[in-house]
């Protein structure tokens, strides 16, 4: 019998079971379009997944989508002013452990972030792209109603 066997998935290894590790050992993820907007799935390895002694290594995962722009003021003066209220408030409307912040170009940007043990199989990084995507789904509805797609 030989050594484990890897192969690579993006920055990721898996190994014979198909468990999932970082290649370079730090950093590594994958993106993907929810709605028209763009979504990171960001894993950074060292974090212990639990609290207390005995816990399992782990490894943070920064789930990230840029949610909506707010309407330039050559294009839709009128929408502006209620699409900027909208992303002040919008932070205190999210779920728990959710953070929304309005970058200099005007994009939102929604994010949450998770521990989970690792490696992992490669559906215990899915579900929590999954739960977020469509957790979202309500947000970008109303962003929409007030003019801020990405393409705002």
């Keep these: 019998m030989g050594g484990i066997d890897r192969r690579s998935l993006g920055s990721f290894s898996v190994d014979e079971l198909g468990r999932i590790s970082l290649q370079d050992g730090e950093a590594g993820g994958f993106g993907f379009r929810w709605r028209g907007r763009p979504v ?9 997944a639990g609290t207390g002694s005995g816990t399992a290594p782990g490894c943070r995962i920064r789930i990230t989508a840029q949610a909506g722009r707010v309407p330039s003021s050559a294009l839709a003066a009128e929408r502006r002013p209620d699409a900027l209220q909208l992303a002040r408030l919008l932070g205190g409307a999210l779920p728990e452990g959710w953070r929304a912040r309005l970058l200099a170009d005007h994009r939102l940007e929604v994010e949450t972030e998770e521990s989970l043990p690792f490696p992992a199989l490669i559906g215990e990084l899915l579900v929590p792209a999954t739960r977020f995507a469509i957790r979202l789904g309500p947000y970008l509805d109303l962003l929409d109603e007030h003019g801020m797609t990405m393409t705002a």
């Design 40 to 48: 990171a799935l960001e894993v950074r390895n060292g974090a212990a």
